[in-house]
């Protein structure tokens, strides 16, 4: 049995053969998928994707999106958290992390949202799925 323990099937780039995917993934022996989100504004659309199939979901803020997050999204996704609890389905608290490969972005902003997700997902009693590039050292510490 396999498990796809990071699989962003909510990307608008399954848009056209997102059922296609699914099925070849189960004949191919993938027995589950956990799906991250990487922003508040995919979290219901994560959610939904993983009933509809019996996935399992993930609620989080990927580091190359915190940038257009707003430091309010930390609370919503602490709030849907709490919302969504009882729902077998969700698994963990990711996509998170740091990423140091892609220039430009702010490096104490996601270590911020690393941080305080690191205390929800605490305080949820969930694991978290990390997103690490080049940043294992600044991740583990």
Do not use: N
Request: charged share 25%.
């Amino acid at each position: 049995m396999w498990i796809d323990t990071h699989c962003h099937l909510d990307a608008p780039e399954f848009d056209a053969d997102r059922d296609a995917v699914v099925a070849r993934a189960r004949a191919a022996g993938v027995a589950q998928l956990v799906l991250p989100a990487v922003e508040v504004a995919h979290f219901a659309a994560v959610r939904e994707l993983a009933h509809a199939h019996g996935f399992a979901y993930a609620l989080g803020i990927h580091p190359l999106y915190v940038q257009r997050a707003a430091d309010e999204d930390l609370a919503r996704l602490d709030a849907e958290l709490a919302a969504q609890r009882d729902d077998p389905l969700l698994v963990a608290v990711g996509e998170i992390g740091l990423d140091h490969f892609v220039p430009g972005l702010d490096r104490e902003r996601q270590e911020r949202f690393y941080v305080e997700q690191l205390k929800i997902a605490r305080r949820h009693g969930l694991p978290v799925i990390l997103h690490v590039r080049r940043s294992a050292d600044a991740l583990l510490k």
